[in-house]
Structures are given as structure tokens and as C-alpha cells.
């Protein structure tokens, strides 16, 4: 069930930066390739890398010793 979720949820994300480099565009075009290529690359790993992170909390059985 992780999978879809986070492909659902990345694709929500993703939606979201296209309408904020929307808005950095109309406000703020200066700032468009700075977002486009930094700002927004740098929020998308992380996000990426935060869901595999909780997957691998999520999915990992705790072993006794």
C-alpha cells in the first residue's frame, strides 16, 4: 500500500510546485529559474527521501537481542 500512496502523494507535491513556480512566475519572475532549479529540487528530495525514510520505519520489524 506504501507504493501507491507515495506516488499519489508525490504527484500532489509536484502539482503544488507547479502552481507555486505559477505564482513565483506572475510575482516574482526574477526568481523563476532560481526556484525552478534549486528551491524546488532541493524540497522534492527531501521529500522523497523523507518517504523512504518512513518506509523503512514503517516496514522494519524491531529485532530482540
Wanted: charged fraction near 10%; proline fraction near 3%; avoid cysteine.
Amino acid at each position: 500500500w506504501f507504493i501507491p500512496a507515495g506516488v499519489v502523494f508525490l504527484h500532489g507535491a509536484n502539482l503544488l510546485r507547479v502552481l507555486a513556480l505559477t505564482i513565483v512566475q506572475g510575482k516574482a519572475p526574477e526568481w523563476l529559474d532560481f526556484s525552478h532549479d534549486y528551491a524546488f529540487k532541493v524540497l522534492m528530495y527531501a521529500l522523497v527521501f523523507g518517504l523512504w525514510y518512513a518506509w523503512t520505519v514503517l516496514t522494519s520489524k524491531s529485532v530482540a537481542t
